[in-house]
């Protein structure tokens, strides 16, 4: 999440090279942050509630997701950093 987090401020700061896919995000830096950081907790939320193996189902299935997601912001060239 924190590498996506940080892919997307990159999209953000480069509007001229990219733009960002996800309609929820918007396009300011409070609200790319409001997102990162709501997602966040709303996901430790959620792991906390659920069963154990439903929670790693769960977990597994969001790792590939953001791991997708940060593969695909690779291929075209956006880099992270903190």
């Not at 830096?29 to 709303?42: D, E, H, S, T, W």
């Not at 439903?54 to 291929?75: L, P």
Request: contains cysteine; proline residues 5%; aromatic residues 12%.
């Amino acid at each position: 999440l924190l590498v996506d987090w940080a892919q997307t401020r990159q999209i953000q700061a480069h509007p001229d090279r990219w733009h960002e896919i996800n309609p929820l995000i918007g396009s300011q830096p409070g609200q790319v942050n409001r997102y990162f950081i709501a997602g966040a907790l709303v996901h430790m939320g959620v792991a906390y509630m659920l069963p154990t193996k439903a929670r790693k189902v769960f977990q597994y299935v969001t790792i590939g997701m953001e791991g997708g997601c940060i593969a695909q912001n690779y291929s075209i060239g956006v880099r992270f950093s903190f």
